[in-house]
Structures are given as C-alpha cells and as structure tokens.
Nanobody
Framework: HLQLVDSGGGLVQPGGSLKLSCGAS????????IGWFRQAPGKEREGISC???????YIADSVKGRFTTARDSAKNIVYLQMNSLEPEDTAVYYC???????????????????WGQGTQVTVSS
C-alpha cells in the first residue's frame, strides 16, 4: 500500500503564496509521476501539476504562470509552489500517484491512483 502525506495548506490573502509538500516514507518518488489535484466545493477534481519520474514539470494551463512544481529527491518530497493566489484557488489540494500530463491538462494514470489525505487552501481577505 503506497501512502502519501500532503501538507502546507492554510489561509492566505489574495495575492499571497503558499507552498504545499507531498511526501512518502516507504517508496521513492523518483520512480513515479507525482501530481497535485484540487477540488473546490461543488466542483469536479482538477489536475494542477505533474512532476514526472524523468524530472519534467508539467503545469495545467489554468494555473500556468502562477504555480510551479518541483521534486527534492534527497527528501523524497514533491512541492507545489502557489503564487498570486486568488479566491478561486480555494480548494482541498491532494497529491496523487500517478499523474498523466496531456495537452495542458493533468489527469490521473488509469489503474494507478493513490491519494494523499488532502490539505485545505483558503484564499480570502
């Protein structure tokens, strides 16, 4: 059983930044595509980013220019750096294994999905 632990959410004002972390203790992220997804109340889950096992970072068109993702292999953590946050970014954010980038969007890899427990991000003044 692959267990992901995501953290770093909180309350931030519009225009602010947050950095989310996704970690695991019993397997290496170097062999998987690790993604970030979010789900706002009443909306479908949306793919945000995917850091592939070969070291390529993909960001969904909907947040490109504001969000970035990176991997620290030594710490076995994948980060989601979120800048210029907007109220519309308010959601529960989940890291996931595995993700699949496709034409500006991020999906989960069929037959291979494990989720973190989620971390709440609230953007409000």
């Amino acid at each position: 059983h692959l267990q992901l632990v995501d953290s770093g959410g909180g309350l931030v004002q519009p225009g602010g930044s947050l950095k989310l972390s996704c970690g695991a203790s019993d397997f290496s992220f170097d062999y998987y595509n690790i993604g970030w997804f979010r789900q706002a109340p009443g909306k479908e889950r949306e793919g945000i980013s995917c850091f592939s096992m070969d070291g390529t970072a993909y960001i969904a068109d909907s947040v490109k220019g504001r969000f970035t993702t990176a991997r620290d292999s030594a710490k076995n953590i994948v980060y989601l750096q979120m800048n210029s946050l907007e109220p519309e970014d308010t959601a529960v954010y989940y890291c996931a294994l595995e993700c699949l980038p496709s034409g500006g969007t991020i999906a989960t890899k069929p037959g291979m999905v494990y989720w973190g427990q989620g971390t709440q991000v609230t953007v409000s003044s």
